[in-house]
């Protein structure tokens, strides 16, 4: 059973605007949330990631957000650009494996 | 950018024909993994070593093995491919194994 999900398969912003990729997971043992993006025919490349001690992260264009109680993790990336047009794959780790979701095809639109 | 390569880059291959995938790293990283990725699936890993001659099975480890005699290199086997085997495999490498795991560029192989 995916113990990590994104439930959007795709998502279209305008340039300049902000994005909000989502992911939802249902192991409370996780202890490390990750993000990353990966375009065609290339391996996926780590952006950003968040220790389950905290709740935010922010790294330039974005910021990854954790809700615990929740369990919900969220990317934000402001502003959008098209250079941001990617599949995006959350990640959670539990101490020496890594668990992914099904990923989301943002598009920014120039 | 992290030191990894697979090789090959691409493969076709036959059903019932033993395949092996190779993943190289120079980044003396302990953990190593093998994914692959699959539409409606993500990445699902396959195997994983936590060091030297030590391997562990993932979610979709039926069919393959894997080896890992140095710790820069970590060995994909498919012992007798089959057509639900094609798919794009990804090596990755991990310094602690909890933290940012990086990948390699990805070998995409078709069993016909």
């Known amino acids: 059973d995916q113990q990590v999900k994104q439930n959007s398969p795709s998502l279209s912003v305008q340039e300049g605007r902000i994005s909000i990729l989502n992911c939802d997971y249902t192991?409370?043992?996780?202890?490390?949330f990750l993000w990353y993006k990966k375009y065609p025919a290339e391996g996926p490349t780590f952006l950003i990631s968040?220790?389950?001690?905290?709740d935010k992260n922010e790294d330039g264009r974005f910021t990854v957000f954790l809700n615990k109680s929740a369990k919900h993790l969220s990317l934000h990336i402001v502003p959008s650009q098209p250079g941001d047009s990617a599949v995006y794959f959350c990640?959670?780790?539990?101490?020496?494996?890594?668990?992914f979701g099904t990923g989301t095809s943002l598009t920014v639109i120039p | 950018d992290a030191g990894i390569t697979q090789s090959p880059r691409h493969k076709v291959t036959e059903t019932g024909t033993p395949v092996t995938l190779r993943c190289h790293q120079t980044?003396?990283?302990?953990?190593m993994y093998w994914y692959r990725q699959d539409p409606g699936h993500g990445l699902r890993l396959i195997h994983y070593?936590?060091?030297?001659?030590?391997?562990d099975k993932g979610e979709v480890s039926d069919g393959y093995s894997v080896s890992r005699s140095k710790t820069e290199d970590f060995l994909l086997t498919l012992e007798s491919a089959t057509s639900s085997q094609t798919s794009v495999y990804f090596c990755?490498?991990?310094?602690?194994?909890?933290?940012?795991?990086?990948f390699g560029q990805g070998t995409r192989l078709t069993v016909v």
């Open positions: 990755a490498i991990s310094r602690t194994g909890d933290t940012e795991a990086f």
């Open positions: 192991n409370s043992m996780f202890d490390y």
């Open positions: 968040i220790s389950s001690i905290k």
């Open positions: 990640a959670a780790s539990t101490g020496n494996q890594f668990y």
């Open positions: 980044e003396n990283h302990r953990y």
């Open positions: 070593s936590y060091g030297v001659k030590d391997t």
